[in-house]
T-cell receptor
Framework: NAGVTQTPKFQVLKTGQSMTLQCAQD?????MYWYRQDPGMGLRLIYY???????DKGEVPNGYNVSRLNKREFSLRLESAAPSQTSVYFC????????????FGSGTRLTVV | ELKVEQNPLFLSMQEGKNYTIYCNYS?????LYWYRQDPGKSLESLFV?????AVKQEGRLMASLDTKARLSTLHITAAVHDLSATYFC????????????FGTGTRLTIIP
């Protein structure tokens, strides 16, 4: 099993450009999450999806949109990138209600210049 | 709003010494997670603590949970260089609508 797969691994954008970060999981998990990690800080939740067809805002949703395309895939879109969105983005998934942990992807390192 | 505080933020210790990282949180969640992150890497799950009084050990690391005090500890015994990393605690929200809130992390450096 691949677990949680994120693409791309690295990306450089110019201010104002748009892009979509892709995330897919093959573990049949129903909940998926997008976090960002900035230097010296823990991970902060951007958006999450408790099940296919539902999405909710997390702690820092401004400037982002998400799509839960199906049970496997959860994408994060930056419509007009800003330097403040320079960060490392992690996707995660889990089985809702289960007593075990979250599985994280390898991350996407995004730089906005 | 759920808040998770870790201390210390930075820890430099000699090999062979013992130390404890503390994680305080602000709600009544009884599910707490510890993760390890190496530079430039993703998060590696270390422990999942699911109830008051839970204690788990793996090698030189031991984690415990006191839900009444809203406190978890990660104890390092006889530290070795390979344990150098950043350690995060994270707390789950309401059962059935889970999402993790992370502490700011403890950057641990083990000095030979």
């Amino acid at each position: 099993n691949a677990g949680v797969t994120q693409t791309p691994k690295f990306q450089v954008l110019k201010t104002g450009q748009s892009m979509t970060l892709q995330c897919a999981q093959d573990m049949n998990h129903n909940s998926m999450y997008w976090y960002r990690q900035d230097p010296g800080m823990g991970l902060r939740l951007i958006y999450y999806s408790a099940s296919e067809g539902t999405t909710d805002k997390g702690e820092v949703p401004n400037g982002y949109n998400v799509s839960r395309l199906n049970k496997r895939e959860f994408s994060l879109r930056l419509e007009s990138a800003a330097p403040s969105q320079t960060s490392v983005y992690f996707c995660a998934s889990r089985v809702q209600g289960a007593n075990y942990g979250y599985t994280f992807g390898s991350g996407t390192r995004l730089t906005v210049v | 709003e759920l808040k998770v505080e870790q201390n210390p933020l930075f820890l430099s210790m000699q090999e062979g010494k013992n130390y404890t990282i503390y994680c305080n949180y602000s709600t009544t969640s009884d599910r707490l997670y510890w993760y390890r992150q190496d530079p430039g890497k993703s998060l590696e799950s270390l422990f999942v603590l699911l109830s008051n009084g839970a204690v788990k050990q793996e090698g030189r690391l031991m984690a415990s949970l006191d839900t009444k005090a809203r406190l978890s500890t990660l104890h390092i015994t006889a530290a070795v260089h390979d344990l150098s990393a950043t350690y995060f605690c994270a707390v789950d929200s309401d059962f059935g609508n889970e999402k993790l809130t992370f502490g700011t992390g403890t950057r641990l450096t083990i000095i030979p």
